[in-house]
């Protein structure tokens, strides 16, 4: 965190802050501690760039509380490698960078890939001499990705911006290709024998990993046995190895449109801890007893050995759920009744009832977007997750009774807090623009979230508003605190049932294998940091995903300019309006510039854009009409205008 300060020179005052450039020809400099950021006009940036830490000296008096500056030293550089596309410029080759906030050219270095590089190629380009107030940036290309709008330039451009990573290391390959295909007699024989229980994974058609399987068994007292099984990534993968040192500085697996950039090396994730049909698996399980209204009469947690007779996919257990035939119907069906009456008890208890907002991009075999339509959650997809919150949550009670002393013992908790009340009064603000009433209390607050949910569902609303009201929650984080999950109702959650893909639930299952073995609880320190580093990575992985959704949209849109389409704005702000189109839920934004019948300033208390001489308005939630007018593969945007309205 950088510190502002400010010095004073007879009038001039001197202050240190962060370069943000908002258009080619604006910057604000971001002074911590000030109530607005120092406004810089383009030829007053001294060569500086997005992200860049410099000191600004004040030209001017504040107008309408905003100061006016010139930056008068570059103190730290953002960025030394910048990822482009490369452009014909004077007979030469120069790299327009794709980050949004980078507006100069690049001039390339004639050595080294230049003569290989060809026009509209993407490249990584490695910055030799910085830019100035007078001349471009100069760099040398360091890859060459691919041509522009490609599913490889694009993939290797979003790796290269988070930092991300696809191979693993000699080292750590050579450590994995040790492991015994087989497990020991030995190992075998000291595991709780599930095999002979009726078991199958359910999972999306395109999965490698299968890291948790369900187990159904009725009881003579009429009771369920459920086994919630879960990938012994603990087995294979133990503390400070080479191969737990690289999963911890992964944190989690990065899942890109037709690509995973996995946090195991695909031995362990896609075969060894996989749990895969028609083989015997090592697992971590959570075995529960419920009664006819899925209530938890008994609980056991332990290593299992476990044998998947069958693999579905969601489709395919839906079509047993729905008729009610087919491959273990029975089982599933049993776990389908009382998935419902998990469901409704979480709800009833105060879980706020999200539906899955995601995209399904289909690609063709060049990994091209073909189609886009929204993922609907099946009564499959909900079977799988009902239990999946069921084993986080007992498993999360269980530890939490523990207790070292006077205080809890060491654990890894899924948190989430009550949304701040000012992100409160603006979803209510938003809501009424959109002709809903949301009136929160402290005791009802779970209830007017569902119950707006409930009213915009199956509207051309039911996405934005969703997707405001995620924006109102607080984020999810990995604590050591063993505070509440405010959006699952839960007192106590935890992270148990994807270790192959995330580092905290492998650190989960070590901790329970230990309490389970009447050990000590460890230190808090490491588990501190741990989750700290987990969350951020977590949150870049987040990040990365979105990006690329974004890409393949603007690669799919990019076939469709010309095309007109029904869309939702979804976000007003003084640059642009941002349209949702309703058949296929890209996003696009028609720009400020483009509307001419009139100057348009945004109204920042009723959330809209009203013309300074018709008064017309343009507000959240409106349905349009937009054509689409261009879309930069490079920096990933759609510009759209509207037709009529």
Not at 515 to 528: I, V
Request: charged fraction near 30%.
């Amino acid at each position: 965190m950088h510190i502002p300060w400010r010095k004073s020179s007879g009038i001039q005052q001197t202050y240190v802050g962060k370069v943000d450039f908002v258009s080619p020809h604006h910057a604000f400099i971001i002074v911590e501690g000030l109530e607005k950021d120092i406004s810089v006009a383009y030829g007053n940036t001294n060569g500086a760039m997005h992200g860049d830490l410099v000191k600004v000296s004040i030209l001017s008096s504040p107008k309408r509380g905003r100061m006016e500056g010139k930056v008068v030293d570059i103190m730290k550089r953002s960025y030394d490698r910048v990822i482009g596309c490369v452009v014909g410029y004077e007979n030469e080759k120069v790299v327009m960078p794709d980050h949004k906030r980078l507006h100069q050219r690049i001039r390339l270095v004639k050595e080294g890939a230049y003569g290989k590089v060809k026009l509209h190629d993407k490249v990584v380009v490695k910055i030799t001499k910085y830019p100035t107030q007078k001349a471009w940036a100069v760099g040398k290309i360091s890859e060459i990705l691919g041509a522009r709008g490609s599913h490889e330039a694009e993939e290797g451009a979003i790796i290269e911006e988070y930092g991300l990573d696809k191979t693993f290391s000699k080292d750590i390959e050579k450590a994995v290709a040790a492991f015994p295909d087989e497990l020991s007699h030995e190992e075998i024989a000291r595991r709780r024998d599930f095999t002979a229980v009726p078991t199958f994974t359910i999972d999306p058609d395109d999965a490698k990993d299968f890291d948790d399987a369900l187990s159904v068994k009725k009881l003579p007292d009429g009771n369920y046995q459920i086994g919630i099984h879960i990938a012994d990534v603990g087995h294979y993968v133990k503390k400070n190895t080479v191969i737990d040192e690289e999963a911890l500085k992964r944190g989690t697996s990065v899942y890109l449109v037709g690509t995973c950039i996995p946090m195991l090396p695909e031995r362990l994730s896609n075969d060894l801890c996989s749990l895969k049909p028609h083989t015997k698996r090592p697992a971590f399980s959570v075995v529960v007893t419920l009664d006819e209204s899925a209530k938890v009469e008994d609980i056991w947690v332990g290593e299992t050995l476990i044998y998947s007779d069958r693999r579905f996919t969601y489709q395919e257990a839906q079509e047993v759920i729905e008729r009610k035939k087919g491959d273990f119907a029975t089982e599933i069906g049993w776990l389908h009744q009382l998935a419902r009456k998990l469901r409704k008890r979480r709800l009833d208890e105060g879980a706020i009832a999200f539906e899955s907002s995601d995209l399904h991009i289909e690609l063709d075999k060049q990994k091209n977007p073909v189609r886009i339509v929204p993922k609907i959650a099946s009564q499959a997809n909900k079977l799988v997750e009902e239990f999946m919150l069921l084993a986080n949550r007992l498993v999360a009670e269980k530890i939490y009774r523990k207790k070292q002393g006077k205080n809890h013992a060491t654990f890894i908790y899924r948190t989430h807090d009550k949304p701040e009340a000012g992100k409160l009064e603006d979803f209510a603000t938003y809501l009424k623009q959109l002709g809903y009433n949301f009136k929160p209390t402290v005791s009802n607050l779970d209830q007017a979230f569902n119950k707006i949910l409930k009213e915009v569902a199956n509207t051309p609303h039911q996405n934005i508003v969703q997707m405001l009201a995620i924006r109102t929650m607080a984020q999810a984080l990995y604590t050591v605190d063993p505070k509440p999950h405010f959006g699952l109702a839960y007192p106590h959650y935890t992270h148990f049932t994807s270790p192959i893909r995330r580092y905290p639930d492998l650190v989960v299952h070590r901790l329970v294998k230990d309490y389970l073995n009447s050990q000590p609880a460890p230190d808090k320190r490491w588990y501190e940091e741990m989750t700290a580093h987990t969350s951020s990575r977590e949150r870049i992985a987040i990040e990365a995903e979105r990006t690329s959704i974004n890409g393949k949209q603007v690669v799919f849109m990019k076939k469709l300019e010309g095309n007109t389409y029904q869309g939702v704005i979804s976000g007003i702000t003084t640059w642009g309006i941002y349209v949702e189109i309703l058949e296929n839920k890209c996003e696009g934004m028609v720009k400020v510039s483009d509307l001419k019948d009139d100057y348009y300033e945004i109204d920042q208390r009723k959330f809209c854009l009203m013309g300074k001489r018709t008064q017309k308005v343009y507000k959240l939630g409106d349905l349009v009409r937009v054509k689409i007018k261009y879309c930069d593969l490079d920096r990933r945007t759609t510009d759209l205008v509207f037709v009529t309205r």
